[in-house]
């Protein structure tokens, strides 16, 4: 996964089969859908692998109770199954997660466990797990931060947890130990057309300031909520395609919940669920879905969705957040089909996928969640070589091991993440010596030069936010150790000093956006 062997191919001038614009979770799945059936494929992002939708989520691989309440049971069973196939072929970074949804009157024990019954019967084989009514005393035990004033009980039922953008990384080099390309940092500028249909695309390296024709026979436009900037080089009088969605978290210290497990509210008062939930020694609660207007790749969470959080969670734990017990907080934007009748509320617009094919045959996915990622891909492998009269070719992504897997993860380590990766890097670590760069948050030196030799890490926010969850987890922390981090860095790419401070003031930058303000 060496950027410069990418760039030396482009520079061949060959005719891809296909390209795909956009490096999230929708556009990694289908290149690597693509050249796991034989196809040429390179895909390019114009930030970084995962930096925007992708690795802002909840960190849940879930079915989604929310959709079965909206009677939505084919994404719920598509999702389901999509989530058992991806805890089989990523176990390092995909774990079975218990959630307790606590009761506290008779009808809703009645109606969620129904509810969480029908979900498991809709997952089928691929169930995480069995759904039980718990009673009181063992709801307390299991969540000892638990408001238990009127409790009777709860609904204790299973669903899947990862670490998104870790995900999206091994994808990425899956894609290449398949024989594919991928490259961050390449934005496309603009399309060019041969007897009325899309055949190429002209892109800009953002490093270099080099520009490129890439020619392909098939174009994908998987850039989530930027899709309509590229459907509109295409056709600039095209009508908006989705509607922007944000949904924003807040991180915590584990001492609020003092569980392994994570607790899911049905009904807040916007009439969302909310989690909140143990992920990598700290507590993720959220999430918010709040129309927005325009997309940007660094949303800021709004104060509104702050202190909606912080309200919900204080109602249902016995320790009450504050302000100043924020870790670090993050937004994401959803790029959900935009709804035929106007409206802004977003969470009732469905979370289906839905590809279109322009005239020209530029292909663009819209809509879609991490968990369907690999299931959009084949659906767009499929629907190119429909449209393009390509001969039918069998897709093998659901039994496909994702880079890293491990079936001997142990989640107690704080390496585990990199699974079978684990032993090269901890040679590197050994050689390296005794650098850890936060005792905090568990990283060491190795692990920068690791993101910069094996997986394509450019920046320092590359790093501290998605090679590392740095900035999730621990934002103030992560200001901390930014300058050595590039330091680090320029030692390893060969650049100056004042290369290290751009850096640091970039990152400085964004990170100051996750820090809460406690006034």
């Known amino acids: 996964?060496?950027?410069?062997?990418?760039?030396?191919?482009?520079?061949?001038?060959?005719?891809?089969?296909?390209?795909?614009?956009?490096?999230?979770?929708?556009?990694?799945?289908?290149?690597?859908?693509?050249?796991?059936?034989?196809?040429?494929?390179?895909?390019?992002?114009?930030?970084?692998?995962?930096?925007?939708?992708?690795?802002?989520?909840?960190?849940?691989?879930?079915?989604g109770v929310r959709?079965?309440?909206?009677?939505?049971?084919?994404?719920?069973?598509?999702?389901?199954?999509?989530?058992?196939?991806?805890?089989?072929?990523?176990?390092?970074?995909?774990?079975?997660?218990?959630?307790?949804?606590?009761?506290?009157?008779?009808?809703n024990r009645l109606k969620y466990t129904i509810g969480l019954k029908l979900y498991d019967w809709i997952s089928g084989s691929l169930s995480l797990g069995s759904s039980v009514f718990i009673g009181r005393k063992e709801v307390i035990k299991n969540l000892p931060t638990i408001n238990s004033k009127k409790l009777r009980g709860g609904v204790l039922y299973h669903d899947g947890q990862f670490d998104d953008a870790r995900l999206a990384i091994n994808i990425a080099q899956s894609i290449?130990?398949?024989?594919?390309?991928?490259?961050?940092?390449?934005?496309?500028?603009?399309?060019?057309?041969?007897?009325?249909?899309?055949?190429?695309?002209?892109?800009?390296?953002?490093?270099?300031?080099k520009e490129f024709i890439i020619k392909a026979k098939a174009i994908v436009n998987a850039t989530g909520i930027f899709v309509d900037d590229i459907i509109r080089m295409d056709d600039p009088k095209a009508q908006k395609s989705i509607a922007v969605s944000q949904g924003a978290h807040i991180v915590l210290d584990k001492k609020f919940l003092q569980s392994d497990d994570a607790i899911m509210i049905p009904k807040t008062s916007d009439g969302r669920v909310l989690f909140i939930v143990p992920w990598h020694g700290k507590l993720i609660a959220g999430t918010t879905d709040t129309p927005v207007q325009s997309a940007s790749l660094e949303p800021i969470a709004l104060e509104k969705e702050i202190q909606f959080i912080l309200q919900t969670a204080t109602s249902y734990l016995t320790l009450k957040p504050s302000r100043k017990d924020v870790l670090s907080i993050f937004a994401g934007l959803r790029p959900l089909a935009a709804p035929k009748e106007k409206?802004?509320?977003?969470?009732?617009?469905?979370?289906?996928?839905?590809?279109?094919?322009?005239?020209?045959?530029?292909?663009?996915?819209?809509?879609?969640?991490?968990?369907?990622?690999?299931?959009?891909?084949?659906?767009?492998?499929?629907?190119?070589?429909?449209?393009?009269?390509?001969n039918s070719t069998a897709s093998i992504t659901s039994s496909l091991h994702i880079h890293g897997y491990s079936n001997t993860t142990h989640i107690q380590d704080p390496l585990y993440f990199y699974g079978s990766d684990k032993a090269p890097l901890k040679n590197l670590i050994a050689k390296t010596g005794d650098v850890w760069i936060s005792d905090m948050l568990c990283i060491h030196k190795a692990q920068v030069i690791w993101a910069i030799r094996e997986e394509m890490a450019m920046t320092v926010e590359d790093i501290l936010s998605r090679r590392t969850r740095a900035i999730l987890l621990d934002a103030k922390e992560s200001l901390h150790i930014a300058s050595v981090v590039a330091e680090i860095m320029a030692e390893e790419m060969n650049k100056d000093q004042i290369w290290i401070e751009e850096q640091v003031k970039a990152f400085s930058k964004v990170a100051k956006n996750y820090v809460i303000n406690e006034a």
């Open 343 to 390: 409206g802004n509320d977003t969470k009732e617009i469905s979370r289906s996928h839905k590809i279109i094919v322009s005239p020209s045959k530029l292909f663009t996915i819209i809509g879609g969640k991490w968990t369907t990622y690999r299931k959009m891909g084949e659906e767009m492998i499929d629907k190119i070589e429909n449209e393009l009269h390509w």
């Open 176 to 209: 290449f130990d398949n024989g594919g390309f991928a490259i961050n940092y390449m934005q496309v500028k603009s399309m060019l057309r041969e007897k009325e249909k899309v055949c190429a695309a002209i892109i800009a390296d953002k490093e270099s300031s």
């Open 67 to 107: 959709y079965l309440a909206q009677g939505n049971v084919k994404l719920v069973r598509e999702a389901s199954v999509e989530r058992g196939l991806l805890y089989k072929n990523a176990p390092h970074l995909v774990k079975n997660l218990r959630f307790i949804i606590p009761v506290y009157t008779r009808w």
């Open 1 to 63: 996964m060496k950027r410069e062997d990418v760039i030396a191919k482009i520079n061949e001038e060959i005719i891809w089969d296909v390209l795909v614009i956009g490096g999230g979770a929708t556009g990694l799945g289908i290149a690597l859908e693509a050249c796991t059936r034989g196809y040429s494929t390179l895909l390019v992002e114009q930030s970084d692998f995962a930096k925007s939708t992708s690795s802002k989520s909840t960190k849940l691989v879930h079915g």
